[in-house]
């Protein structure tokens, strides 16, 4: 080879070798963009999970007071305490005769006929006994 021939034959070989060294620049720069960009959405992705996590314990809160709430109205309703958590007196069953509300517990699921009409509400014999308002509201001298 001659001289000529051989000093193109070095430049190509640097040119190439120069050529390799920029590819393995530009896929470093590639992968470190890419790096950066999984970072990225890295960070965003766990700002996401901070935020959900917090609203999580905030519904946890509320479904917590809910269900507390839940168990005192449903405690108010079976007659076990009252709002203000101390236990509710019985209600007097004098009254029952007047107001026709049955103070026995009844069997709703029982086929069983009722014989007597005083256990129904609104009760047979005593319907028209006892005052009315009619009557309340009269003066003393008028009865």
Same mark, same amino acid.
């Given at each position: *080879?001659?001289?000529?021939?051989?000093?193109?034959?070095?430049? !190509?070989? !640097?040119?190439?070798?120069?050529?390799?060294?920029?590819?393995?620049? !530009?896929?470093?720069?590639?992968?470190? !963009?890419?790096?950066?960009?999984?970072?990225?959405?890295?960070?965003?992705?766990?700002?996401?999970?901070?935020?959900?996590?917090?609203? *999580?314990?905030?519904?946890?809160?509320?479904?917590?007071?809910?269900?507390?709430?839940?168990?005192?109205?449903?405690?108010?309703?079976?007659?076990?305490?009252? *709002?203000?958590? @101390? @236990?509710?007196?019985? @209600?007097?069953?004098? *009254?029952?005769?007047?107001?026709?509300?049955?103070?026995?517990?009844?069997?709703?699921?029982?086929?069983?006929?009722?014989?007597?009409?005083?256990?129904?509400?609104? =009760? =047979?014999?005593?319907?028209?006994?006892?005052? @009315?308002?009619?009557?309340?509201?009269?003066?003393?001298?008028?009865?």
């Amino acid at each position: *080879m001659s001289e000529p021939e051989e000093s193109s034959l070095h430049e !190509l070989t !640097l040119k190439d070798d120069e050529v390799n060294l920029l590819k393995a620049k !530009l896929e470093d720069k590639e992968n470190d !963009l890419e790096s950066v960009q999984l970072n990225e959405k890295l960070e965003v992705a766990e700002n996401a999970k901070e935020e959900l996590e917090t609203e *999580m314990q905030k519904l946890q809160v509320i479904t917590e007071q809910w269900r507390k709430a839940a168990d005192t109205a449903a405690s108010v309703l079976a007659g076990d305490v009252g *709002m203000n958590g @101390r @236990r509710i007196s019985k @209600r007097c069953g004098s *009254m029952d005769t007047h107001t026709g509300i049955v103070s026995k517990p009844v069997d709703l699921d029982s086929q069983v006929l009722i014989d007597d009409p005083d256990d129904v509400i609104g =009760g =047979g014999k005593g319907k028209g006994s006892g005052l @009315r308002i009619g009557d309340l509201w009269k003066k003393k001298g008028q009865k």
